[in-house]
Structures are given as structure tokens and as C-alpha cells.
């Protein structure tokens, strides 16, 4: 049973930080995978931020470059998202997600089968 379990969220100011975290149970990260960040504002549609393969590969949307860092520990078996410079528009429940094969678009719902539960964000300006 694999289960993703996510943490680090909360209210900051625009121009703060966030670490948020995946912990990955019933899978271990060093096989084949892909992981991926995805958010989700009131009223919008879910989106996709960031994602990682286990080959190293690592894609970032458009509107995150620059700002989100996505990286692993393998030996925490953990995945993390970096959010630096935040934004009010940042503002959205923040979830991860993963499979256990090689996906084509990190950064697209259709490639994931597991997913967290979210971990909320808000951004004041």
C-alpha cells in the first residue's frame, strides 16, 4: 500500500519561504519513479509545478522557474519542494504524487496514480 504523506505548509508573507515535504511510505524512492508537485487554488483547476524522475530528470511549469526547487532524499525516502519568493498567488493546497515507471510529462495529472493529501499554503501580501 503506498501512501504519500505531506507536511510544510502554512501562512507566510510574500517574499518568505517554504520547504514542503512528501514522505513516501510502502515504496522505496531509489527504484524507478517519478514524483511530482501539483497545487490547486480556490476555484481553479489543478495544476502542475514540478516533477522529478529517478534518472535525476526534473521539470519546473513555466510560472515556478526560478522561485521552486525540487529535490529528494533517498535515504529518508522523502521529496521535497523548495518555494522561495513567495507570492500571494502562491496561495493553493499543495500536493504531491508519484508512479512507479517512467512518465513522460512530470508535470501532468494523468501520469500519477498516487497522491497525497495536500498541504495548505497561503501567501499574505
Known amino acids: 500500500q503506498v501512501q504519500l504523506v505531506e507536511s510544510g505548509g502554512g501562512s507566510v508573507q510574500a517574499g518568505g519561504s517554504l520547504r514542503l515535504s512528501c514522505a513516501v511510505f510502502g515504496y522505496t524512492i531509489y527504484r524507478t519513479y517519478c514524483m511530482g508537485w501539483f497545487r490547486q487554488a480556490p476555484g481553479k483547476p489543478r495544476e502542475g509545478v514540478a516533477g522529478?524522475?529517478?534518472?535525476?530528470?526534473?521539470n519546473y511549469a513555466d510560472s515556478v522557474k526560478g522561485r521552486f526547487t525540487i529535490s529528494q532524499d533517498y535515504a529518508k525516502n522523502t521529496l521535497y519542494l523548495q518555494i522561495d519568493s513567495l507570492k500571494p498567488e502562491d496561495t493553493a493546497m499543495y500536493y504531491c504524487?508519484?508512479?512507479?515507471?517512467?512518465?513522460?510529462?512530470?508535470?501532468?495529472?494523468?501520469?500519477?496514480?498516487?497522491w497525497g493529501q495536500g498541504t495548505q499554503v497561503t501567501v499574505s501580501s
Open positions: 504524487a508519484a508512479d512507479f515507471r517512467t512518465c513522460r510529462d512530470l508535470v501532468r495529472e494523468s501520469e500519477y496514480r498516487y
Open positions: 522529478i524522475r529517478s534518472d535525476g530528470s526534473i
